[in-house]
């Protein structure tokens, strides 16, 4: 299969996808404070970029899942790309949200499917994973057959990696936290000291910065 991680990493840097503030920690849903910020929604305003991941994305499921039927975004940030992928692949598409509507006919899963359907799950970003695996617990409760997940991104955190594992899920990713280290420094984009930071983040983001 292609690598597609450096190139990736390469467009997040350009387009000023990464925002690195460590004096000034980000705060993500999980609570982990972090002085890094992948912003995958930018993707979406150019054109190239964006052209460049649904293109990874289809080659991807394309090669790992030549079986699918179904294309699943998880709301919000990876509805797009989602569709994006779909359209490509000429797939159906439908997407989860984090939880059931609290009106209207309450439904979590948008879009039409069958039961047994064969789904490959297209994410923008995994970090902790638990909102990426509660959007797989929903379609296989509801029936669905989820043959794994593609993501952008992911911070390679072994939270995830051990949440993917325990839910008996197949992860995959165009690009990662190292590749993006790598082309940060290769560029210019970081230095020394930052690079120090970003390290000491990763031994264990749980506590840094509390």
């Given amino acids: ?13 350009q387009i000023k996808a990464i925002k690195l503030q460590p004096s000034n920690p980000f ?69 989860v949200r984090s939880e059931a509507k609290s009106h209207g006919l309450g439904n979590q899963i948008e879009g039409y499917y069958e039961k047994g359907q064969k789904v490959v799950v ?34 390679g955190f072994q939270k995830a990696a051990d949440g993917f594992a325990r839910e008996k899920c197949r992860l995959d990713t165009l690009s990662n936290y190292n590749a993006l280290i790598d082309s940060a420094v290769s560029s210019g984009y970081i230095g020394a000291a930052e690079v120090e930071t970003l390290k000491k983040w990763r031994v264990d983001p749980s506590v840094w910065g509390a």
């Fill in 1 to 13: 299969m292609e690598d597609f991680s450096k190139k990736i990493a390469d467009y997040l840097l």
């Fill in 122 to 155: 297209i994410e923008d970003l995994i970090s902790t994973g638990g909102s990426s695996l509660s959007a797989v617990k929903a379609l296989r409760e509801a029936g669905c057959e989820v043959l794994g997940m593609v993501a952008i991104f992911t911070y």
């Fill in 27 to 95: 705060t993500w849903a999980s609570g982990w404070k972090s002085p890094i910020y992948c912003d995958n929604r930018k993707t979406l305003s150019f054109h190239e970029v964006r052209t460049f991941i649904r293109d990874s994305f289809a080659t991807t499921v394309k090669s790992l899942y030549p079986q699918a039927e179904l294309i699943a975004g998880v709301a919000t940030g990876a509805i797009a790309h989602g569709v994006l992928v779909a359209e490509k692949m000429g797939l159906p598409f439908i997407y």
